[in-house]
């Protein structure tokens, strides 16, 4: 009983440290894919989707770029593409800011990250700054990445390396689904499903806006008389437009600050094929052989021809 205390205190006290730092320094980013490593065993769900987006709620286009076919114990280079506009900026602490990205590869069973001494030199020149880590010790055929500023990884290679049927009895040779997530920007809930400041603002009452004021640190406070004359005070926090104006009506649920999002998630999936390089080897010969015996019919037909023509000759 007291071991089971002490560890749900350091489990509760370690969330508590991760998520305050989280709070004080986002720019370190300790928001994804931490927190989906911490509440996931896998983080694609039964439905099929990815569990990024539980907090990153807009929809965004993602890419994924692989061979189709790939011999074993071979390494082969997965690329991410995570397309957004630069010109963008995300609300953080104390300012606004370039975004932040990050990715998930979720690879067959068998498949897994690359040594690093058998990735190629031109490979790790692009990965550089960049480092992807097996989801768990248990799930090494999972990749994640971020987050890593999206300015110059718009496009995140992945090196990985395909098994071998020979000594993984478990991955034959056969065709495997790839499920890729990735997202751009800050997310709108927390885990614990508050929400950041990267959401828009609404209003928790219907009544009349009767003041706004604005703090030192940024911060605004929307104050609302609701009809019983009571008096509800909105925090808007820094970085976000407040919409409404003294005097103005406002409903429950009416937005009362823009919405400062501009980032999201998005998913998709390929298929990638564990090639038997002996399918090949009897594939080149078959074809080879196919044209050998088309080529000795053509030849026989001229020769057929050619003794027809000397026949009528004759």
């Given amino acids: 009983m007291a071991l089971s205390r002490i560890k749900n205190l350091c489990c509760n006290l370690t969330f508590g440290l991760s998520a305050s730092f989280a709070f004080l320094f986002p720019l370190v980013g300790n928001a994804f894919p931490i927190y989906a490593q911490q509440a996931y065993a896998n983080p694609r769900e039964a439905n099929g989707r990815i569990v990024c987006a539980n907090c990153h709620l807009a929809s965004k286009t993602t890419e994924i770029e692989s061979p189709s076919a790939v011999l074993p114990d071979s390494i082969f280079e997965a690329v991410v593409k995570i397309p957004y506009d630069t010109k963008a900026q995300q609300v953080l602490a104390s300012d606004k800011g370039g975004l932040n990205v990050g990715a998930v590869v979720i690879l067959p069973e068998g498949f897994k990250l690359a040594p690093n001494k058998r990735v190629p030199k031109e490979i790790k020149e692009k990965n550089k ?142 298929e990638i094929v564990l090639q038997d390089p002996f399918r090949i080897i009897g594939y080149v010969i078959f074809t080879f052989v196919v044209i050998v015996c088309q080529l000795l019919l053509v030849f026989k037909k001229k020769q057929f021809e050619k003794v027809q023509a000397a026949e009528m000759n004759f």
């Fill in 129 to 270: 700054g960049v480092y992807i880590t097996p989801y768990s010790a248990k799930a090494d055929n999972i990749l994640v990445v971020g987050p890593i500023a999206g300015d110059n990884h718009r496009e995140i290679p992945f090196p990985v390396l395909a098994p071998d049927p020979k000594t993984n009895k478990n991955t034959p040779f056969l065709k495997y689904p790839i499920y890729v997530g990735a997202n751009r920007g800050r997310g709108q809930v927390n885990p614990n499903g508050q929400k950041t400041n990267n959401t828009v603002v609404t209003s928790t009452v219907t009544g009349q806006v009767d003041n706004i004021t604005v703090s030192a640190n940024g911060e605004s406070t929307v104050f609302i008389k609701e009809n019983s004359g009571n008096i509800v005070e909105q925090k808007v926090p820094k970085g976000l437009d407040v919409l409404v104006k003294p005097g103005k009506i406002v409903k429950v649920d009416q937005p009362i600050s823009n919405d400062p999002n501009v980032g999201g998630f998005g998913q998709t999936e390929t």
